[in-house]
């Protein structure tokens, strides 16, 4: 049962470029949404969350934005660099930390 | 602080035996999940503890069961393993309570079923 749609499942874009991933819930009781970066053989690691209090957040070249009525939420990543390059997942969490992942987007930025 | 540590970090076991996984939370941290990844499958929660208490479970079997001791380490048993139960397991710690937090990951432990 999926809760956390994500798209795209892959992404190229150039150095220096946008790079856009979204997602999309279900449950309306999922009261926070985070983004994992993911590089091979590691654990995720914690990029930016966002409550759904909020519409935009953002941590330096890193901004979510959040559309509660329309049960979405996005990650732009300004600026991409190489180092940029790893698999993202966005996460709904409820209360208890049953947190539930989209299916990740692998990015590459090309130099 | 000490992040998340998992051991052993690679294992190798064959088909209907049974192991055991170990996750030492981030001090200080008292809620500790469990997740299973595989490439098909994506990210799956497995289940929740918090305070020694399994607060919520995923679609998983039975055989799959977990544990929480009172310094917040946990463990996570797989019993009678099945070729498809080779995956990556991921422990996370956080110290909410009543309100979903943080979670911070470990490296995982890749357990290969032969």
């Known amino acids: 049962q999926q809760q956390v749609k994500q798209s795209p499942q892959s992404l190229i874009v150039q150095k220096g470029g946008i790079s856009i991933i979204n997602c999309a819930y279900e449950n309306t009781a999922f009261d926070y949404f985070p983004w994992y970066q993911q590089f091979p053989g590691k654990g995720p690691a914690l990029l930016i969350a966002i409550r759904p209090d909020v519409s935009e957040k953002k941590e330096g070249r890193f901004t979510i934005s959040f559309n509660k009525s329309a049960k979405q939420f996005s990650l732009h990543i300004m600026d991409s660099q190489p180092g940029d390059s790893a698999t993202y997942f966005c996460a709904a969490s409820k209360y208890n930390n049953d947190m539930r992942f989209g299916a990740g987007t692998r990015l590459t930025v090309k130099p | 602080k000490a992040g998340v540590t998992q051991t052993p970090r690679y294992l190798i076991k064959t088909r209907g035996q049974q192991v055991t996984l170990s996750c030492s939370p981030i001090?200080?941290?008292?809620?500790v999940s469990w997740y299973q990844q595989t490439p098909g499958q994506g990210l799956q929660f497995l289940f929740e503890?918090?305070?020694?208490?399994?607060?919520n479970k995923g679609n998983f079997p039975g055989r799959f069961s977990g544990r929480q001791f009172s310094n917040s380490r946990s463990e996570m048993n797989v019993s009678t393993l099945e070729l498809g139960d080779s995956a990556l397991y991921l422990c996370?710690?956080?110290?909410?309570?009543?309100?979903?937090?943080?979670?911070?990951f470990g490296p995982g432990t890749r357990l290969t079923v032969l």
């Open positions: 503890y918090f305070s020694e208490t399994q607060r």
């Open positions: 001090s200080g941290h008292r809620s």
């Open positions: 996370a710690s956080s110290s909410a309570g009543n309100r979903a937090d943080t979670q911070y």
